[in-house]
């Protein structure tokens, strides 16, 4: 089992910059998969940013060279978010997985961390 908790959410202007983080406890070391997802209300989450020891990292197309993931500890996984835009507002999840590459369906989740930029 994994316990994972985000922080860093808040309410911004279009340029700033924001740092979620994500707590894990549990059985941590036997997540492959790490990553943020994000989710618009009314539909689903998608992933915005994922690292694995057995895949590339991934960054969605709309974010990258604005956000970096990173890891501080086996403990700790971030995402740097800068240059953030109206349409970064959304719901930010954590989210681990046991295999290669996060899977929803089966993915370990935190219980989300509300960003809001406002223009």
């Known amino acids: 089992q994994v316990q994972l908790i985000e922080s860093g959410g808040g309410l911004v202007q279009a340029g700033d910059s924001l740092r979620l983080s994500c707590q894990m406890s549990?059985?941590?070391?036997?997540?492959?998969?790490m990553g943020w997802y994000r989710q618009y209300p009314g539909l689903e989450r998608e992933l915005v940013a994922s690292?694995?020891?057995?895949?590339?990292t991934f960054y969605l197309d709309s974010v990258k060279g604005r956000f970096a993931i990173s890891r501080d500890n086996a403990y700790t996984l971030n995402l740097q978010m800068n240059n953030l835009k109206t349409e970064d507002t959304a719901v930010y999840y954590c989210?681990?997985?046991?295999?290669?590459?996060?899977?929803?369906?089966?993915?370990?989740w935190g219980p989300g961390t509300q960003v809001t930029v406002s223009s």
């Open positions: 549990g059985r941590t070391d036997t997540m492959r998969a």
């Open positions: 989210a681990v997985n046991v295999a290669p590459r996060l899977r929803k369906a089966n993915n370990y």
């Open positions: 690292i694995s020891n057995m895949a590339p």
